[in-house]
């Protein structure tokens, strides 16, 4: 079954309630997934062939013979957040190494359209309709239909921002599904969300500190380069910071996919701080970063 590039939503600062349905957006990998002949076909956003990655998902096979689905694909943390760097480290490994990480990087997928059905097209057909297939989608371990609430986005941001989720998109009552373009029929909202991070080096231009490069550890320790923040710094004077600091030079890099950092000087990880930000960007990169304040010294 070939692909369809996905409708996408425009951006609003608030979004309209009245007449719209509300849904969460997740912090995830777009995933179309696609079943034919006992098959199931996965897609990334610009059309990548991803059903290696997740052979889990062959098991949406039972969902029905044929069926064509738009959705989100999370990595949930502990407390069943979706834990976007984690889920990055998967989705760009080769096919084969992001198999074997299904142990150790568990996904769920979480459908919120349905675009052909039992080989019916359904891309012109109201929303309310292709969400009745939706519904009678069973969930499972890997696989967990969205909800929509009609008239709910006021409710549900004040939700997703207490969670720290990463948004919601609203989609328009008695709307089709239009392909391959960003459409007001659809609206999106993002939550500047908060992300305790650890620093493992500073750039210095011109006698000032520029940013700082930040990582996230993963379960075994590791340190994960995920960009540099220098929004929120103020005028810090660099050879305050370089004398204050300097028990912790280093050398070589603390993270293991960083190894350059021009102009600058590597840490040892012991600093903390809390970076507020938009959104990660595909290559798992803070967008945005903003430092709201340091946390910790060990």
Known sequence: MAWIKPMEPVRRTRVEEKGYWAQVKFDGVRLMAASREGRVILYNRKGCDRTAHYPELQSMKE?????????ELIAPDGSGRPDFPTLIRRDLADPQRAAGLAPVIPIQYIPFDVLGWEGQWLLDRPIEERFEYLRNIPASPWVVPAQAWLNGAELLWAEVKQRELEGIVVKREGSPYVPGRASPLWQKVKHRRTLRVWVGGVVIREGQVRSLCIG???????????GNVGSGLGALDADVVIQGSRHLWRKDSPFVNQKDLPGGIFWEPEIQADVEYAEWTPEGR?????????????
Do not use: M, T
């Open 63 to 71: 969902i029905a013979q044929e069926f064509y689905l738009d959705g």
């Open 216 to 226: 996230r550890k993963d379960e075994q320790g590791r340190l994960y380069y995920i």
């Open 286 to 298: 803070l967008r945005q970063p903003s430092l709201k304040g340091f946390v910790s010294v060990h």
